[in-house]
């Protein structure tokens, strides 16, 4: 365990003295998402080790520069686990990294985002000022939530030195089947799923296949195997990591990868390029050279999103644009929290 918190302030006060931007960077796994990063480089990675875990109390506080592995690792020892199963996309990931781009894996649907499971953090703002938000209770908010709003805001807002996670207990059974069909019959498939009670906990559909996790009592488990069908996957383990690190064919020697969030119901897109589907159909992946615009507008058509999510250039608009509101909205934010504009600036958007 190393608390650096001291010799990051003293960093941060030069910055804002000198009026520098600074880059903030914890593993350095994610660097290539968001728009390219500029400032002076402020790392995070030894300010680590786990200040609070209570597996009785279901919850575990740690320092930004805590390798995700150690998290899992130590949840793992009681039975325990991240809910929304974050990507690493590589073995440098870190907490504080993985909460500041809002990643979330295949569970995600089932057992909710990265941002639901976080009760708590400390940070370092724009102004210098060391704060903290929220504690290590579910229900301890009064007012804005800042520390969820924290999550996915790429270290724009403040550099995260601390954060408390609500975790839970790991599923007494697990097993994957798959099925072939087409895009069309699977995203069927999955919405008539998510109106029953089965204990589903991931979906995909890719190259034909089906895949569905059912995780909970083996009883259970057991009679929604029968219920479904389909044949089971062996190494169904092994198959769920490498959809979350993107190691399926799929992503391989793609140049250009957008993530799609839709409505589930939503039906197939008419893009070129090849398509995998997750989340129960809200989440989807498509590796295709179209032009930005005309995939943005696939889709806003039907009230979704899309963001450039890796590869080409890294300049321009990666995220979804922002309405006249929302983009006054996140001036406000970004000017309250980060007045001078020196904290990863232009990361999310041009002038934030």
Sequence with gaps: MTDIAAQLKEQFDAAIADKRPLNIVGGNSKAFYGRMAVGDTLAVSAHRGIVNYEPTELVITARAGTPLVDIEQALAEHRQMLPFEPPHFGDTATLGGTIACGFSGPRRPYSGSARDFVLGS???????????????????????????????????????????????????????????????????????WA?????????????????VRLSGAEAAVAASV?????????????????????RLPFFNGVDNLWRMTLPSAAPPLNLSGCQLIEWGGGQRWLASDDDAQAIRN??????????????????????????????????NMKHAFDPQGILNPGRLYPGL
């Design 298 to 331: 696939s889709a806003i058509v039907i009230g979704g999103h899309a963001t450039h999510y890796r590869g080409g250039q890294r300049e321009g608009d990666v995220f979804q644009p922002l309405s006249q509101g929302l983009w006054r909205l996140h001036q």
């Design 122 to 192: 400390k940070i370092i703002n724009g102004k210098g000022e060391v704060l903290r938000f929220g504690g290590e209770v579910i229900k301890n908010v009064a007012g804005y939530d800042v520390s969820r709003m924290m999550t996915g805001a790429l270290g724009t807002l403040g550099m995260l030195l601390e954060v408390s996670l609500q975790v839970l207990p790991r599923a007494a059974f697990e097993t994957t089947l798959v099925q072939q069909c087409s895009q069309k019959e699977a995203l069927q498939r999955m919405n008539v």
């Design 226 to 246: 029968k219920k479904i069908g389909g044949d089971r996957v062996d190494d169904d383990d092994e198959f769920w990591q490498d959809l979350r690190e993107h």
């Design 195 to 211: 109106a029953t009670s089965l204990p589903l906990s991931a979906t995909c559909h890719v190259d034909d296949g089906l895949y």
